[in-house]
C-alpha cells in the first residue's frame, strides 16, 4: 500500500519527460485513457459482447481484409508464440528470417513448437529480399511456413512483406508477419498473403499494452486443422479462439475487458482520421525526421532511404559517445524520452519514434532540438 502511493507519487510532472518519442509504448490520446477508465464489464454481458465484436469489426477495417480477427489477452509477444504453437507442426521445416531481433528471436518460438529452422539472415542495417527467398524456395521447396517481421523496429528497417508473402504462398507455405509496430501506421494487407498478421496496441494503434491481435486466413486455420494433432486447450492456441470464442461464442478465458475499450477507441481513432490520412502522415513525419538527422551531420542506421521505416528514425550513436549518456541527458536536461535499441544493436544507435498520435512533426521537432542541444552540451562537457 505505501510502495504503491510512492510510486504514483513520483510520476510527477517535474520528473516524468514532457515528449516522449519512442518505439513503444508512448503516450495515447486521451479518449483511449478515457476509455480504458469505463467500468469494468461482465465479460459476457450484452453490451461487452457488443463492444468486443464492434472491436474486430473495426481491425478488420484496419487491415482492409475479411479474414478472421481474434484478440489474445496478453501482450503482442503472446500472439507472436501463439501464431508459432499454432501453426506449426512438429518436424514443418520453417524459413525464419532475420533482419534484427525480432527476427532473430522468432526461430525460438518455432523450434518450442517442433519446427526445424533455417534462417536468411542480413546485417541489422538492411532487409531481406524477394529474391532470397525465392532462391531459398528453390534450394528447399518442402518449406512449409515463412516467418518475418514487417518493421523491425530496433533497427528502424523494413521487409518487403507485400512481394515476400506471394512468393511464399505460390509454393504452398504459409506464413507469418510480425507487424506488431506497422500496423496502424502503414498498410498491412493480409490479402497480399500473410496467414498469421499479429499486432498489438502500443505501437502505430496508439492504445494501451496488453492486448495482442492475430489476423487469420483460411490457410492457417486448415494447417492448424490438418496437424496430427491440432494445438488445443492452451493460453497459446489460436484453435480455442476459433472453435470456442468464433464458433461458440465463449470465450476460452476471460479477456482483459478494459483494454479492449481502449484498443476499440484506439482504432476508431485512426478510422476517423482515415487510412489514407495516417499512412501518408507517418510517411511526411518520417521524410522530415530524416531529413532533420542528416543537416545535422549525423547518421542514419538504415542502408538505404528505401528499406526505411516510417514509424521510427534509427540513428547511428555518434563516436565518443554511449547511448546513456545521450539518452540520460536528454531526458534530464530536456525532458525528452527516445530509444535505444535492443540484443546485439543496443549501445550502436538511437531511435526517435514517430507512432500513431505520436507521427507529428512538432513532437519530432522538438525531439530533433533536444537530441542537437544534448550533443552541443556534452561536447563542451568533454573540452
Ligand atoms: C514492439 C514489438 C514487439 C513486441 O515486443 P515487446 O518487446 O514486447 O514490446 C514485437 N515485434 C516488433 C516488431 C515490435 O516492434
Redesign the pocket.
Known sequence: MKRGIELINCMNPRTLPQITQC??PNPVPERVLQALSKQTLYHYDPVFLKIYEDTTEKIKQLFRTNNDVIMMHG???LG?EAAAASLVAPGDLCLNLVSGP?GKGYSRHLKHAGGRVIEIEVPFNESITTQQVAKAFDEHPDIAVVSM?H???PAGTLNPIETICPVAKAHGAVTIV?A??SAGGMDVCPDWGIDICIT?PQ?CISGTPGTAVAVVSKDAWKKMLDREEPFRGSILSMLDMKERWLEGGRFPYTPSVNQVYALNEAVTLILEEGLDHVFARHERVANYCRAEIRAMGLELWPVSDEIMSTCVTAITIPEGITDEQLRGWMREKYKVMISGSHGELSGKLVRIGHMGNTATETRVMVAIDALKKTLKDIGKEEQ
Do not use: R
Open positions: 518505439g513503444g501482450e503482442a509477444v507472436l525480432f517481421v518493421s523491425e523496429t510480425d506488431v509496430s498489438s505501437k
